[in-house]
């Protein structure tokens, strides 16, 4: 069984900054405050933790490497074939290397991807997330994969390959509801598939793809971590409540594989569709009595959540506003801590609950983080 070995600091304290998880590039992702996430955690010393909207892992991967005992959750199933690779894989690096160097060897062929999403450098005008070179291998080693695979862990080890792969060569403004005109340069390469940096821990992490709100009566934790999806605060941008299905749709059907039907100029599945996919958390609505919908889904979160402290990270471009999020959390949790990071001056300030933060000017490209005790 492999340790996972963290350098200490002075005090005999991780040094959280040293801290590596691996992902896709994804719109709204934490790999840049992870410290922060990780430090306000590690004073508390939780044994176990729920991360209900897990996204890419990464904030999973680094709580395991704490040796907390990781509850990951997400409705996407590219989210859970993440965390099923990161957190609950056994068998070794070497075991999967000999898988990884077979499935790189195997010749490209023209099938299902490559009609949708494959395109010609030679031709002019059009946009498609990869070149046909490398989706040719994504046909044939997504093929290999379901023949292969022995179990699901190991299948979700092998897709996590190959998305990280294809998440290295793409021609994509880093999501795949818009294309590059021009082909980027990193798509000429030809990808390579890698094995995952996965934790091999002797905790028992557990991993759901459910609505939140369907899992929570089932779980009791130390601590709760949510970084829920955020609806822009753009009005002009209603599509914005399901940006996360719209954006990754892709990942979705190279897990499933099932061909679906597609809509638009970007190949996208019917079922990302904003009359079919829905999150309250993105909903840019507001209710009869002129509340933000989006804002009840956070108060409702909050309130059903069974654990001795939650920390909430959310952006000031968000759909609720900062005192909105102050005066939800003041009237259902006690409010120990504070954080903001301002990611356009790189600097990061925090203080005690006072009310000075409600008069607080909310800027654009900062993230709260809020400690709470229920």
Same mark, same amino acid.
């Given at each position: 069984?492999?340790?996972?070995?963290?350098?200490?600091?002075?005090?005999?304290?991780?040094?959280?900054?040293?801290?590596?998880?691996?992902?896709?590039?994804?719109v709204?992702?934490k790999?840049?405050?992870?410290?922060h996430?990780?430090?306000?955690?590690?004073?508390?010393?939780?044994?176990?933790?729920?991360?209900?909207?897990?996204?890419?892992?990464?904030?999973?991967?680094?709580?395991?490497?704490?040796?907390?005992?990781?509850?990951?959750?997400?409705?996407?199933?590219?989210?859970?074939?993440?965390?099923?690779?990161?957190?609950?894989?056994?068998?070794?690096?070497? #075991?999967?290397?000999? =898988?990884?160097?077979? /499935?790189? !060897? %195997?010749?490209?062929?023209?099938?299902?991807?490559?009609?949708? &999403? $494959?395109?010609?450098?030679?031709?002019?005008?059009?946009?498609?997330?990869?070149?046909?070179?490398?989706?040719?291998?994504?046909?044939?080693?997504?093929?290999?994969?379901?023949?292969?695979?022995?179990?699901?862990?190991?299948?979700?080890?092998?897709?996590?390959?190959?998305?990280?792969?294809?998440?290295?060569?793409?021609?994509?403004?880093?999501?795949?509801?818009?294309?590059?005109?021009?082909?980027?340069?990193?798509?000429?390469?030809?990808?390579?598939?890698?094995?995952?940096?996965?934790?091999?821990?002797?905790?028992?992490?557990?991993? #759901?793809?459910?609505? =939140?709100?369907?899992? /929570?009566? !089932? %779980?009791?934790?130390?601590?709760?971590?949510?970084?829920?999806? &955020? $609806?822009?605060?753009?009005?002009?941008?209603?599509?914005?409540?399901?940006?996360?299905?719209a954006?990754?749709?892709?990942?979705?059907?190279i897990?499933?594989?099932?061909?679906?039907?597609?809509?638009?100029?970007?190949?996208?599945?019917?079922?990302?569709?904003?009359?079919?996919?829905?999150?309250?958390?993105?909903?840019?609505?507001?209710?009869?009595?002129?509340?933000?919908?989006?804002?009840?889904?956070?108060?409702?979160?909050?309130?059903?959540?069974?654990?001795?402290?939650?920390?909430?990270?959310?952006?000031?471009?968000?759909?609720?506003?900062?005192?909105?999020?102050?005066?939800?959390?003041?009237?259902?949790?006690?409010?120990?801590?504070?954080?903001?990071?301002? &990611?356009?001056?790189?600097?990061?300030?925090?203080?005690?609950?006072?009310n000075e933060?409600?008069?607080?000017?909310?800027e654009?490209?900062?993230?709260?983080?809020?400690?709470?005790?229920?």
């Amino acid at each position: 069984m492999e340790e996972v070995m963290l350098k200490k600091n002075l005090f005999n304290e991780p040094i959280f900054e040293e801290i590596e998880t691996e992902g896709i590039k994804y719109v709204g992702s934490k790999d840049k405050i992870i410290p922060h996430i990780l430090r306000l955690v590690y004073k508390l010393e939780p044994k176990t933790i729920l991360d209900g909207f897990s996204g890419t892992t990464r904030v999973s991967q680094a709580f395991a490497k704490l040796g907390y005992r990781v509850i990951a959750n997400d409705i996407a199933i590219w989210s859970k074939t993440f965390a099923e690779c990161y957190l609950l894989n056994k068998k070794p690096k070497e #075991y999967y290397q000999k =898988i990884i160097d077979y /499935l790189n !060897k %195997i010749p490209g062929k023209y099938g299902w991807f490559s009609e949708h &999403y $494959g395109g010609e450098p030679k031709k002019k005008g059009q946009k498609r997330p990869w070149q046909i070179h490398n989706t040719m291998k994504l046909d044939a080693i997504r093929e290999e994969i379901d023949k292969i695979a022995e179990d699901e862990i190991e299948k979700s080890v092998l897709l996590t390959s190959l998305i990280l792969a294809l998440d290295k060569v793409e021609n994509t403004v880093g999501h795949y509801a818009s294309y590059l005109k021009e082909w980027a340069p990193r798509s000429y390469k030809t990808m390579r598939l890698e094995v995952p940096r996965f934790i091999i821990s002797k905790q028992n992490h557990e991993v #759901y793809q459910e609505d =939140i709100f369907k899992l /929570l009566p !089932k %779980i009791e934790v130390d601590l709760a971590y949510y970084d829920p999806p &955020y $609806g822009s605060c753009n009005d002009k941008m209603p599509p914005s409540r399901v940006r996360y299905q719209a954006y990754y749709h892709i990942w979705t059907t190279i897990i499933k594989n099932d061909k679906p039907k597609l809509f638009g100029a970007t190949n996208r599945r019917v079922d990302s569709s904003d009359k079919v996919s829905y999150s309250p958390f993105e909903d840019f609505r507001k209710n009869k009595e002129g509340k933000f919908i989006a804002r009840e889904a956070i108060e409702k979160l909050i309130q059903e959540t069974r654990a001795k402290f939650i920390v909430f990270s959310y952006s000031s471009g968000g759909r609720v506003p900062f005192d909105e999020l102050v005066d939800i959390f003041s009237r259902n949790s006690k409010i120990i801590e504070i954080q903001k990071i301002d &990611y356009r001056k790189n600097v990061m300030s925090f203080m005690r609950w006072t009310n000075e933060w409600i008069k607080e000017k909310e800027e654009p490209h900062q993230e709260y983080l809020f400690l709470l005790e229920k």
